[in-house]
Nanobody, 119 residues
Framework: QVQLVESGGGLVQAGASLRLSCAASGRTFSIYKMGWFRQAPGKEREFVATITRSGGITYYADFVKGRFTISRDNAKNTVYLQMNSLKPEDTAVYYC????????????WGQGTQVTVSS
């Protein structure tokens, strides 16, 4: 099992930056990749970004390319999401997830952290 705890959310104005953190514990050595997802009110959860644990290969949703950066610190078992130039439409609960395999499915999820961007 893997436990994930997100932090770093908050209320900011449009154009500001935030950095989200996701601390993993438990069977972290078996993690293949970690990702960030988000869910806005009344909408389905959507993919934001992902990074492999070894090699640091990243992939982003088109709507965050150039604004968000995902990174990892394996020594701390922590993944980060640096969010710049935030827009009101980025308002959502952001979830961290971890996967043991590269088959598209994520096995473990955090509780989420709220990000609110005011205009």
């Amino acid at each position: 099992q893997v436990q994930l705890v997100e932090s770093g959310g908050g209320l900011v104005q449009a154009g500001a930056s935030l950095r989200l953190s996701c601390a993993a514990s438990g069977r972290t050595f078996s993690i293949y990749k970690m990702g960030w997802f988000r869910q806005a009110p009344g909408k389905e959860r959507e993919f934001v970004a992902t990074i492999t644990r070894s090699g640091g290969i990243t992939y982003y949703a088109d709507f965050v390319k150039g604004r968000f950066t995902i990174s990892r610190d394996n020594a701390k078992n922590t993944v980060y999401l640096q969010m710049n130039s935030l827009k009101p439409e980025d308002t959502a609960v952001y979830y961290c997830a971890a996967a043991y395999l590269n088959n598209g499915d994520y096995d473990f999820w955090g509780q989420g952290t709220q990000v609110t961007v005011s205009s």
